[in-house]
């Protein structure tokens, strides 16, 4: 201890103040011990306005009052509370004043996943609150992705998973890695340069961030808060697969899609080959199921119009006959009358007598100068009549259908185009008008909105 005070100058046995002996003490454990570091949970912490801290440091065999000054207080980087975990560095001494042994503590440091824990709530209730983690701001993961970026160390064993999942399934699409460390103090830097790189040259659309299991201070590089802000700002969707299904981090909660385990990201990111060709024979036989019942429905509307709907040219031929019927009906009523005329008259000029024969022949004269009249008067009755049926034919001819403005439309093989479903944009056509013609190009296709309903 030391060497003790002088005693009384009586000659009687050596006595000190208390004051004397809690110094002496002090100093003797202070020379016994330099600093060191203690682990031990917080309890009953006190904040002063001074800026000094006091609490006990204790574990479950025993407990230790301990001060931090508040020159060291200002240097960390978080604040402590009861029940967290800590590490301190701190000098044994003994507080003069109240006799009480205690730890002066010169620097703290979390310890444990219980701080761990608690920055991570804490981290993930002040994204959440900006908005971070809405499903809104989230970007479409691609259904079919041209290209695909892995964040992952080139030594982790998920990006073995990752290579062999994507190989299995889509071994059509590249994939480009873009190496970063993902653990330890420098993971978050390289971790968002990596993303950075992937997002300036643009070669992928899709990006998976991953890497496996461990415990929380091993995965602690994705839960920084630098790493979540570069996900959310990436212009390429980002999936991450970080850990076991049972891990969480903010990178999980802040990216586009979040997998269980880098397996479970890169099954997300591209669908099997298999499946693909399931959906695609299915797909097909319904397109050729659906595709048969088009053409026969067509077919049928096109039997059923066809039995209702005569052709121009039908109409002509069937108008020409009924003409020409009339005609020779005409001829041959004329050629009638003409005989029964004659024979009226031959007739009449047997039965005269010689006295009469100059009357006979004066009537005659009167019949054959009415005759040709009669004649003329007729024809020109057969002629109206048969002008009238020319009208009407023409009327019903394909010519007369052009001249009131309308116009026929054929494809390169001739054939009339009478449905606008026939045709395509960039198809050419020729185009009859009433005089002339020309040859064009379709431009764009318009069909029948109410035939469309009718299907």
């Given at each position: 201890?030391?060497?003790?005070?002088?005693?009384?100058r009586?000659?009687?046995?050596?006595?000190?103040?208390?004051?004397?002996?809690?110094?002496?003490?002090?100093?003797?454990?202070?020379?016994?011990?330099?600093?060191?570091?203690?682990?031990?949970e917080?309890?009953?912490?006190?904040?002063?306005?001074?800026?000094?801290?006091?609490f006990?440091?204790?574990?479950?065999?025993?407990s230790?009052?301990?001060?931090?000054?508040?020159?060291?207080?200002?240097?960390?980087?978080?604040?402590?509370?009861?029940?967290?975990?800590?590490?301190?560095?701190?000098?044994?001494?003994?507080?003069?004043?109240?006799?009480?042994?205690?730890?002066?503590?010169?620097?703290?440091?979390?310890?444990?996943?219980g701080m761990?824990?608690?920055?991570?709530?804490?981290?993930?209730?002040?994204?959440?609150?900006?908005?971070?983690?809405?499903?809104?701001?989230?970007r479409?993961?691609?259904?079919?992705?041209?290209c695909?970026?892995?964040?992952?160390?080139?030594?982790?064993?998920?990006?073995?998973?990752?290579?062999?999942?994507?190989?299995?399934?889509?071994?059509?699409?590249?994939?480009?890695?873009y190496?970063?460390?993902?653990?330890?103090?420098?993971?978050?830097?390289?971790?968002?340069?990596?993303?950075?790189?992937?997002?300036?040259?643009?070669?992928?659309?899709?990006?998976?961030?991953v890497?496996?299991?461990?415990?929380?201070?091993?995965?602690?590089?994705?839960?920084?808060?630098?790493?979540?802000?570069?996900?959310?700002?990436?212009?390429?969707?980002?999936?991450s697969?970080?850990?076991?299904?049972?891990?969480?981090?903010?990178?999980?909660?802040?990216?586009?899609?979040?997998?269980?385990?880098?397996?479970?990201?890169?099954?997300?990111?591209?669908?099997?080959r298999?499946?693909?060709?399931?959906?695609?024979?299915?797909?097909?036989?319904?397109?050729?199921?659906?595709?048969?019942?088009?053409?026969?429905?067509a077919?049928?509307?096109?039997?059923?119009?066809?039995?209702?709907?005569?052709?121009?040219?039908?109409?002509?031929?069937?108008?020409?006959?009924v003409?020409?019927?009339?005609?020779?009906?005409?001829?041959?009523?004329?050629?009638?009358?003409?005989?029964?005329?004659?024979?009226?008259?031959?007739?009449?000029?047997?039965?005269?007598?010689?006295?009469?024969?100059?009357?006979?022949?004066?009537?005659?004269?009167?019949?054959?100068?009415?005759?040709?009249?009669?004649?003329?008067?007729?024809?020109?009755?057969?002629?109206?009549?048969?002008?009238?049926?020319?009208?009407?034919?023409?009327?019903?001819?394909p010519?007369?259908?052009?001249?009131?403005?309308?116009?026929?439309?054929?494809?390169?093989?001739?054939r009339?185009?009478?449905?606008?479903?026939?045709?395509?944009?960039?198809?050419?056509?020729?185009?009859?008008?009433?005089?002339g013609?020309?040859?064009?190009?379709?431009?764009?296709?318009?069909?029948?909105?109410?035939?469309?309903?009718?299907?």
């Amino acid at each position: 201890m030391g060497d003790p005070p002088e005693g009384d100058r009586t000659g009687g046995p050596n006595v000190i103040s208390v004051g004397e002996l809690n110094h002496a003490v002090a100093r003797l454990i202070e020379r016994s011990f330099t600093p060191l570091w203690v682990s031990g949970e917080i309890s009953n912490l006190r904040s002063y306005a001074s800026g000094h801290w006091y609490f006990k440091l204790k574990d479950a065999r025993a407990s230790v009052d301990a001060v931090m000054f508040k020159g060291r207080t200002r240097l960390l980087d978080f604040t402590p509370a009861d029940g967290d975990q800590v590490q301190v560095r701190a000098q044994p001494s003994l507080y003069e004043a109240g006799g009480g042994f205690q730890l002066v503590v010169e620097s703290m440091r979390p310890a444990g996943e219980g701080m761990l824990f608690r920055r991570f709530m804490q981290l993930k209730a002040r994204l959440q609150a900006e908005g971070l983690f809405d499903e809104d701001r989230k970007r479409a993961i691609p259904d079919q992705p041209r290209c695909i970026g892995v964040v992952t160390s080139l030594q982790a064993a998920a990006l073995r998973d990752v290579l062999t999942t994507l190989a299995r399934r889509a071994p059509q699409v590249p994939v480009i890695l873009y190496p970063a460390s993902v653990q330890g103090a420098a993971a978050p830097g390289d971790l968002c340069e990596a993303l950075a790189r992937a997002n300036r040259r643009a070669e992928c659309d899709l990006l998976l961030l991953v890497r496996g299991g461990g415990s929380i201070e091993d995965l602690w590089a994705f839960n920084d808060e630098g790493l979540a802000r570069a996900i959310v700002a990436s212009a390429i969707p980002v999936i991450s697969g970080v850990g076991h299904e049972t891990d969480f981090t903010i990178a999980d909660f802040v990216a586009d899609w979040r997998a269980p385990t880098p397996t479970g990201a890169a099954m997300r990111a591209v669908p099997d080959r298999g499946e693909q060709r399931v959906v695609l024979e299915r797909d097909a036989q319904r397109l050729s199921l659906a595709m048969d019942r088009h053409w026969a429905q067509a077919a049928q509307r096109l039997e059923s119009v066809a039995r209702l709907l005569r052709a121009p040219s039908l109409q002509w031929a069937q108008r020409a006959a009924v003409l020409e019927r009339l005609s020779q009906g005409l001829s041959r009523l004329m050629g009638d009358r003409l005989q029964r005329s004659q024979s009226r008259l031959d007739r009449l000029g047997t039965g005269l007598r010689a006295p009469s024969l100059e009357r006979s022949s004066a009537r005659l004269q009167m019949a054959q100068r009415a005759l040709p009249a009669a004649m003329a008067a007729r024809v020109e009755q057969s002629a109206r009549r048969l002008a009238l049926g020319e009208s009407a034919l023409g009327w019903a001819s394909p010519q007369a259908v052009l001249d009131r403005g309308y116009a026929l439309v054929t494809d390169p093989q001739g054939r009339f185009v009478r449905d606008a479903e026939h045709l395509m944009p960039g198809q050419p056509v020729s185009v009859r008008l009433s005089r002339g013609g020309f040859d064009a190009v379709v431009n764009a296709v318009q069909t029948d909105p109410t035939k469309a309903g009718a299907d």
